[in-house]
C-alpha cells in the first residue's frame, strides 16, 4: 500500500542544544519500520527520473523495492552495483540538487527520502552482513590511484572488481581523503569510512600510506614500476584566503587546517597530540558545507558563539540544505550579505613579547547588496559604502574554497592544466599523457564527494578500455 | 612502521637518528624535510632532514627534545618503530654556480645546515662555516663541519667552547676581513636568522634562511605554516622551506610560532610524567 504522505519520514536527530556540545553523529538514521514507510512512498516509476539525477546512476527504485519487501541486503547489492561508498553518500550527497530534485513525489511535497533510504540500506548491511566479499579473477594488470579520497577508492574498487591488481598511494598516514580530515565525525563518522575502506581491501585493493606522488615518487617512476596505467585523484586541496589585512594572525585558520587537526588528528579529544584554538566567538567565512562544518565544529569545541560570515543572501548559500537548517537549530547565527574587510590583532603597545600580541581580536566586516546577475547567472555583491561594523571574535576560519594541489602537476611537466591549475582531462577522464587519467577535485575544481566518485568510476571504465585494447 | 636503525645522543637536549626509509632516502636533497608521527595517536611533526644514504635506504635526523612528541621520539631505542615517516618535502637548497659561501648554524639549526654544507663542498664551492652553542655541552657535529669546510668557526655563547659569542660577530668579522661570499645560508633559530640577515643587508649578500613554522601535512594543504614573504603570503612547505632572508617577516614568524606555547608546555610536563613513570 502506497504512503501518500507529502512529508518524507522525518529522521531522528540528537536534540539541536545536546549535539552542539558533542561530536557524535547528528542525524541517528531510520529504523526498519521508518525504511519501510518511506519506501511505500515510491511510485516505482517507468521511467525513473530520478536515476538521471544520480551522478553514479544508481537503480533507485529497484532497490528501493526491495526494502519494500524487507530484503534489505538485496537492496544493498544493487546499490553496490554502482557505488562503491554506499553509507557516505547516503550521508553527505546532495541529495535534493541530484537524484531527490528529480523525483516525482517532489512536485506535490516533498520527495522520497533517497539519501536516508540508502544510508539506511548501507548501515543495515553493514551490521547483519558477514560473508566473504568475493574477490574478482585476477587479469594480471596493475594500476597505481594517486589518492584514496572518493575519486580514487571509486576508481580503485571498480578496477578491483575487474580484477585488476590495484595500488593506492595516499600522502597521509591514514585513507580517506577529504572523507576523514575534512567531513566532520558528527556528519560522517570515521568508523563508516573505516568500514568502506576495508571493504575495498577485501576486494583487492591495496593502499601505500605516506606516499607523496610528485615527491616520494613521480609518474614516470609508478610506470617504471609495472603500473600500466596511472588515475590520479589527488583533489583540491589547496586553501585560499582573502588577501585581507590580518590573515597571519594567531587565531586565522583556513578551514582545512582547523578540521585536519579535528578530524584526522582528533584535536578535539582532551589526550590528543595535536593542538587547537578553543575559541569563544568564532567568525567562519563562506557559505559552502565546508564552512558550515567548520562553524559546527568550533560550537563543539566550546565557543559561545558562531557566526557564519557570507557575502551573498540565504538563497545563494551553496551548502547542502540539511547542513544549513542543523547549523541553525545548533544556534550558529548567520551575518549574511557580509564580507570581511580586515582582521584585528592584539598589540600592546608597551611590550613587544607579550605572548598575547598576534592573536585575533575582532573581525571588521562590510555589508554587502545583490546587484544584476552576471554572465554566470548569479547576482554579483557589491559593497555598500560606510556600513563598515567589528565584529568581535578571537578565531576566524577560511572557508572560502580550495585549489587544486600543484605537487604533481609541477612534477609532471607532459600533464597539461588550464588557467586554474585544474588537471585537462576528457569526459572519461582521459588526461594530455598516456596511459594517466584523472577525474573528482584535482580536475573540476573543489565540488562533491558523489561527482569525484562518479569521476573515478567513468576512468575505472576508460583505465579497463584502454588497458584491454593496448 | 619505519624502523630505528641507529640511535645516538649527541648531546643532552639532542639525538641523532638513522631511519630506515628507502623510498626517501632515493629522492632526498639537502635542504627537504621529512614529516613523522611516533605512533598511532602522534602528533605530524616536521624535521628537516640531516643526511641520507641512497644505497643503504636510510634517512638521518637530528632532533631536539622540545616538546611531548619530541620526547616520546627521543624515549625509542635502535631496532624500534615509528609509525609514519613521510618525504622528503618542501624544496632542496639551491647551491647550483655558488663558488664561495657562507654557512651559519645555530644550535640543533646545524644539523640541517650540515648537509647543505656537504653538498656545497661537495660540488666545488668554498664553504666557510659558522656554528653557534649557547654552551660546551651542546656543540654537536663539529667535527663534520671542519670536514667539508674550509674555515669552521665555533660560538658559544658562554665562551665554553670556541669563541664566545654570536655567529653574527663572527660572520661580520669574515666579511670584514675581506671574505666574498655569494650567499650566506642561515639554519638555526628564527631570531639568529633575523640577526644574520640584519648583518648581511648592509654588505648586500644575497641570504638564504630555512623556515620550520607550524604544520600539518607538508603538501600545501593546510595552509598553517603561512609566512609573509616580500609582502606575499607564502606556504613553508611547498614554496620554501628556504626563503630569501631579506623578504621575510621574522617578526610575524616569531609570532606564529609561539602559538600553541601554552598548550605544549601542558603535553610536554604530562608526557615527561608518563615517561618517568615507565622508567619507574
Redesign the interface.
Same mark, same amino acid.
Given at each position: 500500500m502506497a504512503n501518500m504522505d507529502l512529508k518524507k519520514t522525518p529522521m531522528p536527530t540528537q536534540e539541536p542544544l545536546v549535539r552542539a556540545r558533542n561530536f557524535s553523529e547528528v542525524a541517528l538514521g531510520y529504523t526498519e519500520e521508518m525504511a519501510l514507510s518511506e519506501a511505500e512512498r515510491c511510485l516505482n516509476c517507468k521511467n525513473m527520473p530520478c536515476v538521471s539525477g544520480c551522478p553514479v546512476n544508481i537503480h533507485i527504485p529497484e532497490f528501493i523495492a526491495k526494502v519494500k519487501e524487507g530484503d534489505f541486503e538485496a537492496a544493498y547489492q544493487i546499490i553496490a552495483r554502482s557505488s562503491s561508498l554506499p553509507a557516505v553518500c547516503g550521508r553527505v550527497c546532495p541529495q535534493e540538487s541530484q537524484c531527490e530534485a528529480k523525483c516525482i513525489r517532489g512536485i506535490k511535497g516533498e520527495p522520497v527520502g533517497i539519501g536516508r533510504l540508502e544510508r539506511f540500506v548501507a548501515d543495515w548491511h553493514n551490521e547483519h552482513f558477514s560473508g566473504e566479499v568475493k574477490k574478482a579473477e585476477p587479469n594480471g594488470h596493475k594500476v597505481a590511484v594517486v589518492g584514496s579520497g572518493p575519486a580514487g577508492l571509486a576508481c580503485a574498487g571498480d578496477l578491483a572488481k575487474r580484477g585488476y591488481s590495484v595500488t593506492v598511494f595516499e600522502?597521509?598516514?591514514a585513507v580517506g581523503g577529504v572523507l576523514i580530515?575534512g567531513i566532520p565525525e558528527f556528519r560522517l563518522p570515521k568508523s563508516i569510512v573505516a568500514k568502506e575502506v576495508e571493504t575495498l581491501k577485501a576486494l583487492g585493493v591495496e593502499v601505500q600510506?605516506?606516499?607523496?606522488i610528485g615527491? @616520494?615518487?613521480d609518474i614516470s617512476e609508478l610506470f617504471e614500476m609495472g603500473y600500466e596505467a596511472i588515475f590520479i585523484g589527488s583533489g583540491a586541496?589547496?586553501?585560499r584566503?582573502m588577501?585581507i589585512e590580518g590573515? @597571519?594572525l594567531?587565531g586565522v585558520? #583556513?578551514a582545512?587546517?582547523f578540521l585536519?587537526?579535528n578530524n584526522l588528528?582528533?584535536s578535539y579529544k582532551n589526550? #590528543?597530540?595535536?593542538?587547537i584554538?578553543h575559541a569563544k566567538k568564532v567568525a567562519v567565512i563562506g557559505g559552502g558545507n565546508v564552512a558550515m562544518d567548520a562553524a559546527r565544529t568550533a560550537l563543539r569545541l566550546g565557543a559561545e558563539k558562531v557566526y557564519i560570515v557570507y557575502r551573498r543572501s540565504l538563497d545563494e548559500l551553496p551548502a547542502r540544505r540539511e547542513e544549513v537548517e542543523h547549523a541553525m537549530e545548533e544556534g550558529v547565527e548567520f551575518r549574511l550579505l557580509t564580507n570581511p574587510t580586515k582582521i584585528l590583532g592584539y598589540r600592546n603597545p608597551d611590550d613587544r613579547r607579550d605572548?598575547k600580541?598576534?592573536f585575533v581580536t575582532g573581525m571588521e566586516c562590510i555589508k554587502m547588496e545583490l546587484g544584476e546577475p552576471d554572465a554566470s547567472g548569479r547576482r554579483s555583491p557589491t559593497q555598500i559604502e560606510g556600513s563598515q561594523e567589528i565584529l568581535p571574535v578571537d578565531e576566524v576560519i577560511m572557508a572560502i574554497g580550495t585549489s587544486p594541489?600543484?605537487?604533481i602537476t609541477s612534477a609532471t611537466a607532459e600533464l597539461e592544466t588550464n588557467r586554474r591549475g585544474c588537471i585537462v582531462a576528457d569526459s572519461k577522464g582521459q588526461t594530455s599523457m598516456e596511459g594517466v587519467f584523472a577525474g573528482g577535485d584535482a580536475v573540476t575544481g573543489a565540488a562533491t564527494v558523489i561527482l569525484a566518485m562518479g569521476a573515478g568510476k567513468t576512468a575505472a571504465e576508460a583505465i579497463d578500455e584502454y588497458i584491454k585494447s593496448k | 612502521m619505519f624502523k630505528i636503525l641507529r640511535k645516538k645522543v649527541l648531546s643532552p637536549a639532542v639525538t641523532l637518528m638513522d631511519i630506515d626509509a628507502p623510498f626517501v632516502a632515493k629522492k632526498a636533497e639537502a635542504g627537504q624535510f621529512i614529516i613523522l608521527r611516533v605512533n598511532d595517536d602522534g602528533e605530524r611533526i616536521p624535521l628537516t632532514i640531516s643526511d641520507f644514504d641512497r644505497e643503504k635506504g636510510t634517512v638521518t635526523i637530528i632532533f631536539q627534545i622540545i616538546g611531548s612528541s619530541t620526547a616520546q621520539l627521543g624515549a625509542l631505542e635502535e631496532g624500534e618503530y615509528i609509525s609514519d615517516f613521510v618525504g622528503p618535502l618542501g624544496r632542496a637548497t639551491e647551491t647550483e654556480g655558488r663558488k664561495k659561501v657562507a654557512v651559519v648554524g645555530g644550535g640543533v639549526g646545524c644539523a640541517i645546515a650540515l648537509p647543505v654544507a656537504k653538498k656545497l663542498s661537495q660540488q666545488g664551492t668554498e664553504v666557510h662555516s659558522i656554528i653557534g652553542f649557547r654552551n660546551k655541552e651542546l656543540v654537536i657535529l663539529e667535527d663534520e663541519f671542519k670536514a667539508v669546510s674550509k674555515k669552521t668557526v665555533l660560538m658559544t655563547d658562554d665562551g665554553s667552547a670556541g669563541q664566545q659569542g654570536l655567529v653574527t660577530a663572527a660572520l661580520k668579522a669574515l666579511i670584514d676581513s675581506g671574505e666574498e661570499y655569494d650567499e650566506v645560508i642561515a639554519i638555526g633559530p628564527l631570531v639568529m636568522m633575523k640577526f644574520v640577515v640584519a648583518t648581511t643587508r648592509p654588505y648586500g649578500i644575497k641570504t638564504t634562511v630555512s623556515m620550520n613554522p607550524v604544520m600539518i601535512d607538508g603538501t600545501g594543504m593546510c595552509g598553517g605554516c603561512r609566512l609573509t614573504v616580500g609582502g606575499k603570503m607564502k606556504f613553508a612547505c611547498v614554496d620554501g622551506p628556504d626563503f630569501d632572508g631579506f623578504l621575510v617577516d621574522f617578526d610575524e614568524a616569531m609570532e606564529r610560532n609561539n602559538m600553541y606555547h601554552d598548550f605544549e608546555h601542558h603535553k610536554y610536563e604530562e608526557t615527561c610524567h608518563l615517561l618517568h613513570k615507565e622508567v619507574q
Amino acid at each position: 500500500m502506497a504512503n501518500m504522505d507529502l512529508k518524507k519520514t522525518p529522521m531522528p536527530t540528537q536534540e539541536p542544544l545536546v549535539r552542539a556540545r558533542n561530536f557524535s553523529e547528528v542525524a541517528l538514521g531510520y529504523t526498519e519500520e521508518m525504511a519501510l514507510s518511506e519506501a511505500e512512498r515510491c511510485l516505482n516509476c517507468k521511467n525513473m527520473p530520478c536515476v538521471s539525477g544520480c551522478p553514479v546512476n544508481i537503480h533507485i527504485p529497484e532497490f528501493i523495492a526491495k526494502v519494500k519487501e524487507g530484503d534489505f541486503e538485496a537492496a544493498y547489492q544493487i546499490i553496490a552495483r554502482s557505488s562503491s561508498l554506499p553509507a557516505v553518500c547516503g550521508r553527505v550527497c546532495p541529495q535534493e540538487s541530484q537524484c531527490e530534485a528529480k523525483c516525482i513525489r517532489g512536485i506535490k511535497g516533498e520527495p522520497v527520502g533517497i539519501g536516508r533510504l540508502e544510508r539506511f540500506v548501507a548501515d543495515w548491511h553493514n551490521e547483519h552482513f558477514s560473508g566473504e566479499v568475493k574477490k574478482a579473477e585476477p587479469n594480471g594488470h596493475k594500476v597505481a590511484v594517486v589518492g584514496s579520497g572518493p575519486a580514487g577508492l571509486a576508481c580503485a574498487g571498480d578496477l578491483a572488481k575487474r580484477g585488476y591488481s590495484v595500488t593506492v598511494f595516499e600522502a597521509f598516514h591514514a585513507v580517506g581523503g577529504v572523507l576523514i580530515y575534512g567531513i566532520p565525525e558528527f556528519r560522517l563518522p570515521k568508523s563508516i569510512v573505516a568500514k568502506e575502506v576495508e571493504t575495498l581491501k577485501a576486494l583487492g585493493v591495496e593502499v601505500q600510506t605516506n606516499f607523496v606522488i610528485g615527491k @616520494t615518487l613521480d609518474i614516470s617512476e609508478l610506470f617504471e614500476m609495472g603500473y600500466e596505467a596511472i588515475f590520479i585523484g589527488s583533489g583540491a586541496g589547496l586553501p585560499r584566503f582573502m588577501g585581507i589585512e590580518g590573515e @597571519t594572525l594567531k587565531g586565522v585558520y #583556513s578551514a582545512n587546517e582547523f578540521l585536519t587537526r579535528n578530524n584526522l588528528m582528533k584535536s578535539y579529544k582532551n589526550d #590528543s597530540e595535536t593542538p587547537i584554538m578553543h575559541a569563544k566567538k568564532v567568525a567562519v567565512i563562506g557559505g559552502g558545507n565546508v564552512a558550515m562544518d567548520a562553524a559546527r565544529t568550533a560550537l563543539r569545541l566550546g565557543a559561545e558563539k558562531v557566526y557564519i560570515v557570507y557575502r551573498r543572501s540565504l538563497d545563494e548559500l551553496p551548502a547542502r540544505r540539511e547542513e544549513v537548517e542543523h547549523a541553525m537549530e545548533e544556534g550558529v547565527e548567520f551575518r549574511l550579505l557580509t564580507n570581511p574587510t580586515k582582521i584585528l590583532g592584539y598589540r600592546n603597545p608597551d611590550d613587544r613579547r607579550d605572548p598575547k600580541n598576534g592573536f585575533v581580536t575582532g573581525m571588521e566586516c562590510i555589508k554587502m547588496e545583490l546587484g544584476e546577475p552576471d554572465a554566470s547567472g548569479r547576482r554579483s555583491p557589491t559593497q555598500i559604502e560606510g556600513s563598515q561594523e567589528i565584529l568581535p571574535v578571537d578565531e576566524v576560519i577560511m572557508a572560502i574554497g580550495t585549489s587544486p594541489n600543484p605537487l604533481i602537476t609541477s612534477a609532471t611537466a607532459e600533464l597539461e592544466t588550464n588557467r586554474r591549475g585544474c588537471i585537462v582531462a576528457d569526459s572519461k577522464g582521459q588526461t594530455s599523457m598516456e596511459g594517466v587519467f584523472a577525474g573528482g577535485d584535482a580536475v573540476t575544481g573543489a565540488a562533491t564527494v558523489i561527482l569525484a566518485m562518479g569521476a573515478g568510476k567513468t576512468a575505472a571504465e576508460a583505465i579497463d578500455e584502454y588497458i584491454k585494447s593496448k | 612502521m619505519f624502523k630505528i636503525l641507529r640511535k645516538k645522543v649527541l648531546s643532552p637536549a639532542v639525538t641523532l637518528m638513522d631511519i630506515d626509509a628507502p623510498f626517501v632516502a632515493k629522492k632526498a636533497e639537502a635542504g627537504q624535510f621529512i614529516i613523522l608521527r611516533v605512533n598511532d595517536d602522534g602528533e605530524r611533526i616536521p624535521l628537516t632532514i640531516s643526511d641520507f644514504d641512497r644505497e643503504k635506504g636510510t634517512v638521518t635526523i637530528i632532533f631536539q627534545i622540545i616538546g611531548s612528541s619530541t620526547a616520546q621520539l627521543g624515549a625509542l631505542e635502535e631496532g624500534e618503530y615509528i609509525s609514519d615517516f613521510v618525504g622528503p618535502l618542501g624544496r632542496a637548497t639551491e647551491t647550483e654556480g655558488r663558488k664561495k659561501v657562507a654557512v651559519v648554524g645555530g644550535g640543533v639549526g646545524c644539523a640541517i645546515a650540515l648537509p647543505v654544507a656537504k653538498k656545497l663542498s661537495q660540488q666545488g664551492t668554498e664553504v666557510h662555516s659558522i656554528i653557534g652553542f649557547r654552551n660546551k655541552e651542546l656543540v654537536i657535529l663539529e667535527d663534520e663541519f671542519k670536514a667539508v669546510s674550509k674555515k669552521t668557526v665555533l660560538m658559544t655563547d658562554d665562551g665554553s667552547a670556541g669563541q664566545q659569542g654570536l655567529v653574527t660577530a663572527a660572520l661580520k668579522a669574515l666579511i670584514d676581513s675581506g671574505e666574498e661570499y655569494d650567499e650566506v645560508i642561515a639554519i638555526g633559530p628564527l631570531v639568529m636568522m633575523k640577526f644574520v640577515v640584519a648583518t648581511t643587508r648592509p654588505y648586500g649578500i644575497k641570504t638564504t634562511v630555512s623556515m620550520n613554522p607550524v604544520m600539518i601535512d607538508g603538501t600545501g594543504m593546510c595552509g598553517g605554516c603561512r609566512l609573509t614573504v616580500g609582502g606575499k603570503m607564502k606556504f613553508a612547505c611547498v614554496d620554501g622551506p628556504d626563503f630569501d632572508g631579506f623578504l621575510v617577516d621574522f617578526d610575524e614568524a616569531m609570532e606564529r610560532n609561539n602559538m600553541y606555547h601554552d598548550f605544549e608546555h601542558h603535553k610536554y610536563e604530562e608526557t615527561c610524567h608518563l615517561l618517568h613513570k615507565e622508567v619507574q
